[in-house]
């Protein structure tokens, strides 16, 4: 899809979609022409840039329309300013090679600063498993910074649309280390799976990852459980890995054909299939009790 034609496509009544912005969103502030060479990433940004066919139409609305959306930002004490909002934007003018972008410059806290930087982003079409996960704990902690009275779950809920049960589980699982979000993400690893072994501490997650990578098993929903209880009750090991996710392994099946012309060497015409088979089978038994001795 062309630039061009992805711009024809844009309506105004799209852009806070296109823009990744939220109408709760408070967009009060001072706007400025900040150069992009003084913007900062967020510290810790859990939501990632991609360069696909929505950011393709980002460029090309921006390339027809200017950016019709500011982001949001403020001073960075060490000098430039910090996103909070917009990263997406400043990465298409980038690309388009522009020197500067409208940016709202807010005067918030940190804790703030990372709820707006959340609500700008959560409600993405296209949000991983692992950037909601990451996301979510930070606004989680957040809340709980500013002592807010009631459950931050359940504030949390309110806030976002998703239960409090489902956010608890998205927290979990932001415990897992960046290659086990990684499975999850690329659908190797099921969410479910994924939220029982977020309880494992890092080296036992290491352990499973090397486990996974070299044995190419798939944990199964009861595996991660049985991973999970060993872990909780001072019983896990590497070997025990291993043992785990070897039983939940297809064994081959094995097919032999022996070749006709073979076998007439060692049996003649008037021997059936099942003549030459119990005998081949009995010189093997002989052949085991040998090796065995």
């Known amino acids: 899809m062309s630039k061009k034609s992805s711009a024809s496509k844009i309506k105004v ?4 979609d296109l823009f990744g912005m939220n109408d709760s969103i408070d967009n009060s502030g001072e706007i400025k022409n900040i ?65 500067d972008i409208p940016m709202f410059i807010r005067n918030i ?16 079409e296209d949000i991983l498993p692992s950037e909601k996960a990451r ?9 709980k910074h500013q002592g807010k009275k009631g459950n931050s779950l359940d504030i949390l809920g309110e806030e976002s649309g998703d239960s409090s049960k489902v956010i608890q589980r ?34 036992e997650q290491e352990w499973l990852l090397n486990v996974l990578n070299k044995s190419s098993a798939k944990l199964s929903t009861k595996q991660a459980a049985e991973i999970k209880k060993h872990s909780q009750d001072g019983e896990l090991t590497e070997a025990l890995l291993w043992e785990i996710l070897s039983s939940g392994a297809s064994k081959k099946i094995r097919k032999v054909s022996l070749n006709n012309k073979r076998l007439n060497e060692y049996f003649a015409d008037n021997y059936t299939e099942e003549d030459i088979e119990e005998i081949i089978f009995t010189l093997l038994d002989e052949w085991k009790k040998k090796s065995e001795e």
């Not at 009544?13 to 806070?16: A, G, M």
């Not at 390339?63 to 400043?90: D, T």
């Not at 806290?109 to 993405?124: F, G, H, K, L, P």
């Not at 990684?182 to 969410?191: A, M, N, P, T």
């Open 13 to 16: 009544s799209s852009f806070n």
């Open 170 to 203: 998205f927290i979990w699982l932001a415990n897992l280390s960046d290659k086990l979000l990684e499975l999850v993400d690329q659908k190797l690893l099921g969410f479910t799976q994924g939220v029982d072994i977020s309880f494992l501490n890092n080296e």
């Open 35 to 99: 150069p992009l060479d003084e913007l900062y990433e967020f510290n810790n940004h859990p939501f990632k840039i991609r360069d696909n066919e929505k950011m393709d139409e980002l460029i090309a609305s921006i390339k027809e329309h200017g950016v019709l959306v500011p982001g949001i930002a403020r001073i960075r004490p060490q000098g430039g300013y910090e996103i909070i909002a917009g990263h997406s934007r400043i990465h298409a003018c980038k690309a388009l090679g522009m020197n």
């Open 135 to 143: 996301a979510y704990k930070m606004k989680y902690e957040a809340i």
């Open 109 to 124: 806290s940190d804790d703030e600063a990372v709820m707006v930087m959340v609500d700008s982003n959560i409600q993405r």
